[in-house]
Protein backbone atom coordinates (compact mmCIF):
# COMPACT_ATOMS: atom_id res chain seq x y z
CA UNK A 1 0.00 0.00 0.00
CA UNK A 2 2.58 2.43 0.56
CA UNK A 3 1.85 3.20 3.86
CA UNK A 4 5.10 2.92 6.60
CA UNK A 5 4.66 -0.27 9.18
CA UNK A 6 7.44 0.64 11.07
CA UNK A 7 10.60 3.14 11.71
CA UNK A 8 14.04 2.85 12.86
CA UNK A 9 16.07 4.83 14.67
CA UNK A 10 20.02 4.42 15.59
CA UNK A 11 22.64 5.71 17.31
CA UNK A 12 26.13 6.81 15.83
CA UNK A 13 27.48 3.40 15.99
CA UNK A 14 24.07 1.48 15.22
CA UNK A 15 21.99 0.62 18.49
CA UNK A 16 18.61 0.71 17.15
CA UNK A 17 15.04 1.77 18.08
CA UNK A 18 12.19 0.30 17.37
CA UNK A 19 9.03 2.54 16.45
CA UNK A 20 5.99 2.00 15.49
CA UNK A 21 4.24 3.79 12.04
CA UNK A 22 2.97 6.36 14.59
CA UNK A 23 6.44 7.09 16.68
CA UNK A 24 5.93 4.91 19.56
CA UNK A 25 8.74 2.92 20.80
CA UNK A 26 8.99 -0.86 20.67
CA UNK A 27 10.84 -3.26 22.70
CA UNK A 28 11.52 -5.41 19.24
CA UNK A 29 10.28 -5.47 15.26
CA UNK A 30 6.96 -6.06 14.91
CA UNK A 31 7.59 -6.89 11.33
CA UNK A 32 10.12 -9.42 12.76
CA UNK A 33 12.26 -7.56 10.25
CA UNK A 34 16.37 -8.21 11.76
CA UNK A 35 17.88 -6.15 8.96
CA UNK A 36 18.67 -3.12 10.45
CA UNK A 37 22.03 -1.07 10.72
CA UNK A 38 23.43 -1.21 7.60
CA UNK A 39 21.72 -3.69 6.05
CA UNK A 40 22.94 -6.14 8.85
CA UNK A 41 21.39 -8.78 11.11
CA UNK A 42 20.27 -7.86 14.80
CA UNK A 43 20.46 -10.18 17.25
CA UNK A 44 17.18 -8.67 19.88
CA UNK A 45 18.22 -11.27 22.41
CA UNK A 46 21.75 -10.95 22.40
CA UNK A 47 21.55 -7.11 21.45
CA UNK A 48 24.28 -7.79 19.10
CA UNK A 49 24.65 -7.08 15.14
CA UNK A 50 25.84 -9.94 13.09
CA UNK A 51 28.97 -8.33 10.46
CA UNK A 52 29.30 -11.58 9.14
CA UNK A 53 32.58 -12.53 10.49
CA UNK A 54 32.48 -11.07 13.88
CA UNK A 55 29.35 -9.62 16.31
CA UNK A 56 29.38 -5.86 17.12
CA UNK A 57 27.82 -4.08 20.07
CA UNK A 58 25.86 -0.62 18.97
CA UNK A 59 26.11 0.45 22.63
CA UNK A 60 30.15 0.20 23.12
CA UNK A 61 30.63 1.05 19.27
CA UNK A 62 33.27 -1.98 19.12
CA UNK A 63 33.62 -5.40 17.39
CA UNK A 64 33.24 -8.13 20.46
CA UNK A 65 36.62 -10.07 18.18
CA UNK A 66 39.47 -9.09 15.93
CA UNK A 67 39.07 -8.84 12.66
CA UNK A 68 40.08 -12.51 11.39
CA UNK A 69 42.22 -11.48 8.29
CA UNK A 70 44.46 -9.48 11.32
CA UNK A 71 46.24 -6.10 11.68
CA UNK A 72 46.31 -4.17 7.67
CA UNK A 73 47.72 -1.17 7.95
CA UNK A 74 49.05 0.95 4.68
CA UNK A 75 49.17 4.44 3.07
CA UNK A 76 46.16 4.29 2.45
CA UNK A 77 42.71 1.96 2.88
CA UNK A 78 40.59 3.77 0.74
CA UNK A 79 41.31 1.10 -1.65
CA UNK A 80 40.05 -1.84 0.88
CA UNK A 81 36.60 -0.23 1.43
CA UNK A 82 35.81 1.78 -2.22
CA UNK A 83 36.93 -0.82 -4.75
CA UNK A 84 34.11 -2.97 -5.73
CA UNK A 85 36.80 -5.56 -6.37
CA UNK A 86 38.28 -5.74 -2.66
CA UNK A 87 34.86 -6.45 -1.38
CA UNK A 88 35.32 -8.98 1.51
CA UNK A 89 31.62 -9.84 3.12
CA UNK A 90 32.73 -12.27 4.68
CA UNK A 91 36.02 -11.07 6.68
CA UNK A 92 38.32 -13.57 4.37
CA UNK A 93 39.93 -11.70 2.11
CA UNK A 94 43.00 -13.66 0.74
CA UNK A 95 46.26 -11.64 0.11
CA UNK A 96 47.90 -10.84 -2.95
CA UNK A 97 51.30 -10.03 -3.45
CA UNK A 98 50.47 -6.37 -3.32
CA UNK A 99 49.35 -7.26 0.21
CA UNK A 100 52.84 -8.59 1.22
CA UNK A 101 54.45 -6.06 -0.39
CA UNK A 102 52.55 -3.74 2.23
CA UNK A 103 52.88 -5.48 5.03
CA UNK A 104 56.55 -5.54 4.59
CA UNK A 105 57.08 -1.88 4.00
CA UNK A 106 54.67 -0.95 6.64
CA UNK A 107 54.51 -3.46 9.13
CA UNK A 108 58.06 -3.17 10.78
CA UNK A 109 58.98 -6.85 11.06
CA UNK A 110 55.66 -8.28 12.40
CA UNK A 111 55.37 -12.12 11.90
CA UNK A 112 52.63 -13.49 9.23
CA UNK A 113 50.72 -15.83 10.00
CA UNK A 114 48.96 -17.64 6.75
CA UNK A 115 45.45 -19.12 8.54
CA UNK A 116 45.28 -15.73 9.35
CA UNK A 117 45.68 -13.74 5.62
CA UNK A 118 43.64 -16.77 4.00
CA UNK A 119 46.65 -18.36 2.45
CA UNK A 120 46.55 -21.78 4.70
CA UNK A 121 44.44 -23.39 2.80
CA UNK A 122 46.27 -23.16 -0.63
CA UNK A 123 49.33 -24.01 0.39
CA UNK A 124 48.14 -27.37 2.12
CA UNK A 125 46.55 -28.02 -1.27
CA UNK A 126 50.00 -27.18 -3.08
CA UNK A 127 51.47 -29.43 -1.22
CA UNK A 128 48.62 -32.19 -1.11
CA UNK A 129 51.06 -35.22 -2.39
CA UNK A 130 53.16 -34.78 0.42
CA UNK A 131 50.56 -34.20 3.36
CA UNK A 132 48.85 -37.54 1.69
CA UNK A 133 52.86 -39.37 1.62
CA UNK A 134 53.13 -38.13 5.58
CA UNK A 135 49.83 -39.75 6.11
CA UNK A 136 49.98 -42.83 4.50
CA UNK A 137 53.39 -43.42 5.66
CA UNK A 138 51.76 -42.60 9.88
CA UNK A 139 49.20 -45.26 9.06
CA UNK A 140 51.41 -47.69 7.61
CA UNK A 141 53.82 -47.19 10.84
CA UNK A 142 51.34 -47.80 13.31
CA UNK A 143 50.13 -51.30 11.34
CA UNK A 144 53.41 -52.09 12.07
CA UNK A 145 52.87 -52.71 15.87
CA UNK A 146 50.41 -55.55 14.85
CA UNK A 147 51.86 -58.72 16.11
CA UNK A 148 51.17 -61.67 18.66
CA UNK A 149 55.12 -62.56 20.37
CA UNK A 150 53.42 -61.57 23.71
CA UNK A 151 50.49 -64.64 22.87
CA UNK A 152 47.03 -63.97 23.32
CA UNK A 153 45.30 -60.76 24.51
CA UNK A 154 44.18 -57.54 24.20
CA UNK A 155 46.75 -54.71 23.01
CA UNK A 156 46.99 -50.81 22.65
CA UNK A 157 49.66 -48.37 21.98
CA UNK A 158 49.74 -44.33 21.37
CA UNK A 159 52.80 -43.00 20.68
CA UNK A 160 54.59 -39.86 18.92
CA UNK A 161 56.90 -38.80 17.07
CA UNK A 162 58.78 -35.68 15.41
CA UNK A 163 60.63 -34.56 12.09
CA UNK A 164 61.33 -31.53 10.63
CA UNK A 165 61.66 -30.78 6.55
CA UNK A 166 62.75 -28.26 4.12
CA UNK A 167 59.59 -27.52 2.15
CA UNK A 168 60.36 -25.63 -1.07
CA UNK A 169 58.02 -22.31 -0.56
CA UNK A 170 58.28 -21.46 -4.15
CA UNK A 171 56.37 -24.77 -4.90
CA UNK A 172 54.22 -24.27 -1.77
CA UNK A 173 52.50 -21.39 -2.93
CA UNK A 174 54.21 -19.47 -5.87
CA UNK A 175 52.01 -19.96 -8.32
CA UNK A 176 48.79 -20.67 -6.63
CA UNK A 177 47.31 -17.24 -5.19
CA UNK A 178 48.35 -14.22 -7.46
CA UNK A 179 51.80 -14.80 -7.02
CA UNK A 180 52.09 -14.93 -3.15
CA UNK A 181 54.25 -16.83 -0.97
CA UNK A 182 56.82 -17.54 1.49
CA UNK A 183 60.68 -17.35 0.34
CA UNK A 184 63.07 -19.39 0.08
CA UNK A 185 62.63 -22.52 1.90
CA UNK A 186 60.51 -23.21 4.86
CA UNK A 187 61.42 -25.19 7.90
CA UNK A 188 58.25 -27.95 8.42
CA UNK A 189 57.70 -29.14 11.85
CA UNK A 190 56.32 -32.58 11.43
CA UNK A 191 54.00 -34.42 14.50
CA UNK A 192 52.52 -37.81 14.08
CA UNK A 193 50.19 -39.02 16.77
CA UNK A 194 49.86 -42.72 16.58
CA UNK A 195 47.46 -45.15 17.28
CA UNK A 196 46.96 -48.62 17.31
CA UNK A 197 44.68 -52.01 19.16
CA UNK A 198 44.40 -55.09 18.12
CA UNK A 199 43.67 -58.51 19.58
CA UNK A 200 45.64 -62.08 19.58
CA UNK A 201 43.08 -64.99 19.64
CA UNK A 202 43.45 -68.78 19.57
CA UNK A 203 40.64 -70.46 18.03
CA UNK A 204 40.12 -74.16 18.15
CA UNK A 205 42.60 -75.91 16.81
CA UNK A 206 44.04 -72.95 14.74
CA UNK A 207 47.35 -71.04 15.04
CA UNK A 208 47.49 -67.64 17.49
CA UNK A 209 46.47 -64.92 15.28
CA UNK A 210 45.27 -61.17 14.75
CA UNK A 211 41.36 -61.26 15.06
CA UNK A 212 40.59 -57.77 14.96
CA UNK A 213 43.05 -54.54 14.71
CA UNK A 214 42.49 -50.86 14.15
CA UNK A 215 45.22 -48.26 13.25
CA UNK A 216 45.28 -44.81 12.56
CA UNK A 217 47.10 -41.41 13.12
CA UNK A 218 47.02 -37.79 13.36
CA UNK A 219 49.62 -35.32 11.70
CA UNK A 220 49.96 -31.51 12.94
CA UNK A 221 52.42 -29.60 10.57
CA UNK A 222 54.13 -26.50 11.73
CA UNK A 223 55.81 -24.02 9.25
CA UNK A 224 58.25 -21.51 10.07
CA UNK A 225 60.11 -19.49 7.57
CA UNK A 226 62.35 -16.69 8.99
CA UNK A 227 64.01 -14.36 6.70
CA UNK A 228 65.04 -10.81 5.89
CA UNK A 229 62.16 -8.40 4.17
CA UNK A 230 62.69 -8.54 0.65
CA UNK A 231 60.89 -6.02 -0.14
CA UNK A 232 62.34 -3.36 2.19
CA UNK A 233 63.46 -1.28 -0.06
CA UNK A 234 66.07 1.76 -0.13
CA UNK A 235 65.78 4.71 1.22
CA UNK A 236 63.56 6.58 -1.23
CA UNK A 237 59.91 7.32 -2.05
CA UNK A 238 58.66 3.59 -2.16
CA UNK A 239 59.19 3.19 -6.11
CA UNK A 240 61.72 0.39 -5.41
CA UNK A 241 59.66 -2.37 -3.74
CA UNK A 242 56.85 -1.21 -6.26
CA UNK A 243 58.72 -1.46 -9.55
CA UNK A 244 60.24 -4.67 -8.42
CA UNK A 245 56.78 -6.40 -7.39
CA UNK A 246 55.13 -5.50 -10.86
CA UNK A 247 58.08 -6.60 -12.59
CA UNK A 248 57.78 -10.18 -10.94
CA UNK A 249 54.59 -9.92 -11.69
CA UNK A 250 54.78 -9.25 -15.12
CA UNK A 251 57.02 -12.42 -15.59
CA UNK A 252 54.52 -14.79 -14.08
CA UNK A 253 52.16 -13.36 -16.02
CA UNK A 254 54.10 -13.42 -19.35
CA UNK A 255 57.05 -15.85 -19.38
CA UNK A 256 56.51 -19.47 -19.82
CA UNK A 257 59.67 -20.09 -17.92
CA UNK A 258 60.19 -17.43 -15.59
CA UNK A 259 62.93 -17.75 -13.70
CA UNK A 260 65.36 -15.88 -15.89
CA UNK A 261 62.83 -13.04 -15.60
CA UNK A 262 62.41 -12.63 -12.33
CA UNK A 263 66.09 -12.51 -11.50
CA UNK A 264 66.87 -9.68 -14.15
CA UNK A 265 64.00 -7.88 -12.05
CA UNK A 266 66.07 -8.41 -8.94
CA UNK A 267 68.90 -7.21 -10.31
CA UNK A 268 67.60 -4.28 -11.96
CA UNK A 269 65.31 -3.33 -8.83
CA UNK A 270 67.51 -3.63 -5.56
CA UNK A 271 66.57 -3.53 -2.17
CA UNK A 272 68.46 -3.55 1.06
CA UNK A 273 67.60 -7.85 1.61
CA UNK A 274 70.37 -7.88 -1.49
CA UNK A 275 72.93 -6.30 1.26
CA UNK A 276 71.17 -8.47 3.82
CA UNK A 277 70.22 -5.81 6.63
CA UNK A 278 66.93 -5.53 5.91
CA UNK A 279 64.05 -6.28 8.54
CA UNK A 280 63.93 -9.59 10.02
CA UNK A 281 60.43 -11.81 9.28
CA UNK A 282 58.71 -15.11 9.95
CA UNK A 283 56.03 -16.77 8.00
CA UNK A 284 54.22 -19.12 10.41
CA UNK A 285 51.31 -20.84 10.01
CA UNK A 286 49.84 -24.97 11.36
CA UNK A 287 47.35 -27.47 10.17
CA UNK A 288 46.35 -30.67 11.06
CA UNK A 289 45.00 -33.48 9.33
CA UNK A 290 44.26 -37.18 9.88
CA UNK A 291 45.17 -40.68 7.84
CA UNK A 292 43.04 -43.66 6.65
CA UNK A 293 42.06 -45.78 9.28
CA UNK A 294 42.85 -49.42 8.79
CA UNK A 295 40.27 -52.22 10.32
CA UNK A 296 40.40 -55.69 10.29
CA UNK A 297 38.16 -58.67 11.28
CA UNK A 298 39.33 -62.25 11.46
CA UNK A 299 36.97 -64.32 12.80
CA UNK A 300 37.39 -67.92 14.19
CA UNK A 301 36.64 -69.36 10.59
CA UNK A 302 37.66 -68.77 7.37
CA UNK A 303 36.36 -65.32 6.79
CA UNK A 304 38.96 -62.16 7.14
CA UNK A 305 38.20 -58.87 6.02
CA UNK A 306 39.75 -55.66 6.01
CA UNK A 307 39.27 -52.00 5.09
CA UNK A 308 40.79 -48.54 4.79
CA UNK A 309 38.23 -45.77 5.68
CA UNK A 310 39.44 -42.30 4.22
CA UNK A 311 37.78 -39.80 6.19
CA UNK A 312 36.48 -36.45 5.15
CA UNK A 313 39.63 -34.89 6.42
CA UNK A 314 41.93 -36.92 4.48
CA UNK A 315 44.01 -34.80 3.92
CA UNK A 316 41.21 -32.27 3.85
CA UNK A 317 38.63 -32.10 1.52
CA UNK A 318 38.55 -35.33 0.28
CA UNK A 319 36.09 -38.00 -0.47
CA UNK A 320 34.86 -40.89 2.00
CA UNK A 321 36.21 -43.95 0.26
CA UNK A 322 35.74 -47.83 1.57
CA UNK A 323 37.75 -50.83 0.28
CA UNK A 324 37.37 -54.30 1.78
CA UNK A 325 38.03 -57.78 0.72
Known sequence: SGNVSERYAYTAYGQPTF???SGIVQTSSAANNRYTYT????DTTLGLHHFRARWMSG???RFLTRDPIGYVDGPSLNG???SLQKTDAFGTYVWTWRDWYRHYRYAFGSPVDLSQTGLMP????RHLDKVRSHAD???QTAMSRFNCSRGPGVYSEKWTDSSEELWDSYDGIWDTISYLMPLGTSTMTITKNYNAFWVCR???DEPLRITFASASASLDFSLFDAFTAPYDELPDDGTVAANLGNCVDSCQRTEVNPTKCIDDCWQKYKTRDDRRDGTPFAITGNFSVSSPRYVLYHD???VKRSWTTYSAGYPYYGPRVVEGN
Open 19 to 21: LNA
Open 59 to 61: LTG
Open 39 to 42: GREW
Open 137 to 139: SAL
Open 202 to 204: KCC
Open 122 to 125: AFQQ
Open 300 to 302: CGS
Open 80 to 82: SYL
